[in-house]
């Protein structure tokens, strides 16, 4: 791939990221970073959460993971549909009552400052981790088609990455993120479309019925698994695709924080029925591209990586067409920046509002030069967790990222459903202690469940072991009255 080319088309997509950001910050407030004055379209939210929710992780990985574990992780997906029902349904109308910034503020309301704090505390650590870990793998691939070539080292590459998005939303923060996702949304989805489409002309492929055919006909596009001792087993993924959803998006504050950027329940509700709808398609469109990548190499002779995760950078790089491998370069830079854009207003916004008390503590005039410097901080964090991946993580991003999750969204899980559906207190000092105590006993949990539980093998539902587990804490801890 000619990397001159490469680069002036990531130059010219960073221009465009850079002009909306100058169009939606002009005549920002104090509050525009945190809230985008609560004025976004919820069509614009819809379709920009995709981009988000997906990012370079889903673009790369999924694909991939398609020659180890079929279309399993499609049973996953279909349990995100019950999960975005139950946010729009419970949490939406939760968070509008109490018009929310963090929602995290709602923990101090129902149980207190530790608890408020745990959650937050939680919340950061996981999204940090989470995203960092994405961002690491789209930096892998431009490192490989861009980086390498200019003699430019990964470290130097990575802070170039980091740099360049705190950039464009240090001040517009969630306005920008809002009209910045819709657009790299679009680059992501014409990505895979125009790669499948290119692949299949390549293969021979004349019309839409033959791809549907082909891909059908793949043993590789199995979708269910009904092996109850399986990790891949579809009532473990179902649940646990719901229960994913339910923490990553509904309690998490990078998701719900564009949510609440719109103008009414009505509209954020709207939002999420429709983005559930589009999420389910593209992730089939993502499965799909996996068996074209597979057919493809399988009919080029062309010899499979040691991991899953590398197979289309590979071929985008050193197989396709220059054409396709500019469509791929576009779609992988679009997946990174809509998810990890966010992220980072997110944690500013979490840090500021939930540890800072910045809307209590502080006059206007101060907030944004607080915010400011605390944007910065966060995005040196991540520039450094990229490079601990960078040497520490050897398999599959798309399983890593959900392992983290049931470790550190867990708390989470448990004390929103605690809060939720019970009318109890709880002794509020021992919340930190309980979260944890929580994934520890989880890890145990699962490590030894094959051996304990007549070969039963934990998979993401060990998310729902740490929430229940936080439950079961709070539930010895509740006050008498």
């Given amino acids: 791939m000619n990397f001159q080319l490469v680069l002036w088309v990531i130059s010219g997509y960073f221009l465009l990221l850079f002009l909306i950001s100058w169009f939606t910050s002009r005549k920002v407030t104090s509050d525009t970073f945190f809230t985008g004055d609560r004025q976004s379209p919820w069509f614009l939210v819809a379709f920009g959460m995709i981009g988000a929710s997906l990012s370079g992780v889903t673009f790369i990985s999924v694909p991939g993971e398609v020659g ?13 549909t019950l999960g975005y029902f139950t946010i729009a349904k419970v949490l939406l109308p939760l968070y509008y009552r109490l018009n929310l910034v963090s929602i995290y503020s709602y923990l101090e309301d129902r149980f207190g400052f530790w608890s408020y704090k745990t959650g937050s505390f939680f919340f950061i650590l996981s999204r940090a981790l989470g995203s960092s870990l994405r961002l690491y793998l789209v930096a892998s691939v431009l490192q490989l088609i861009l980086f390498d070539a200019l003699g430019i080292p990964f470290w130097v590459s990575v802070l170039i990455t980091v740099g360049l998005i705190w950039l464009y939303t240090h001040r517009g ?18 990505a895979v479309v125009i790669t499948i489409f290119l692949i299949g002309k390549d293969l021979g492929i ?100 040691a991991r899953s995760d590398e197979l289309f950078p590979l071929l985008a790089t050193q197989h396709f067409s220059a054409f396709a491998g500019i469509v791929f370069v576009l779609g992988i830079t ?131 072991l740490n929430g229940a587990l936080m439950f079961l804490g709070l539930y010895l801890l509740r006050k008498k009255d």
């Avoid at 180890?68 to 995100?80: A, D, I, P």
């Fill in 68 to 80: 180890n574990s079929n279309f399993f992780y499609f049973q996953v997906v279909l349990g995100y």
């Fill in 173 to 190: 923060g969630i306005k920008t993120v809002v009209w910045t996702d819709t657009l790299q949304t679009l680059f992501m989805l014409l």
């Fill in 206 to 305: 004349q019309s839409m019925g033959e791809y549907v055919s082909r891909v059908a006909e793949d043993q590789r596009s199995s979708i269910f698994n009904w092996d109850w001792k399986s990790g891949t087993n579809f009532f473990k993924q179902f649940i646990s695709g719901a229960f994913i959803t339910i923490v990553m998006t509904g309690l998490d504050q990078d998701m719900m924080q564009k949510n609440l950027t719109c103008r009414t329940l009505g509209d954020a509700q709207k939002n999420m029925f429709w983005f559930t709808t589009i999420l389910v398609v593209v992730n089939l469109l993502f499965l799909s591209l996996g068996v074209m990548l597979y057919l493809y190499a399988e009919a080029k002779g062309i010899q499979l990586p």
């Fill in 334 to 464: 679009a997946a990174a920046y809509s998810s990890a854009d966010s992220t980072l207003t997110a944690l500013t916004t979490s840090f500021c509002f939930d540890f800072l008390e910045i809307e209590r503590k502080y006059p206007a005039e101060k907030r944004v030069a607080i915010r400011k410097k605390v944007h910065l901080s966060f995005t040196a964090l991540m520039y450094v967790l990229i490079l601990g991946f960078y040497f520490l993580n050897d398999q599959s991003v798309i399983n890593s990222v959900f392992i983290i999750a049931g470790y550190t969204y867990g708390p989470l899980l448990g004390l929103y459903s605690f809060g939720l559906f019970t009318k109890w207190k709880t002794k509020d000092r021992w919340v930190p202690l309980v979260a944890i105590l929580a994934p520890i006993l989880t890890f145990i949990i699962s490590s030894n469940s094959e051996k304990w539980l007549w070969g039963y093998k934990f998979g993401f539902e060990a998310l729902i």
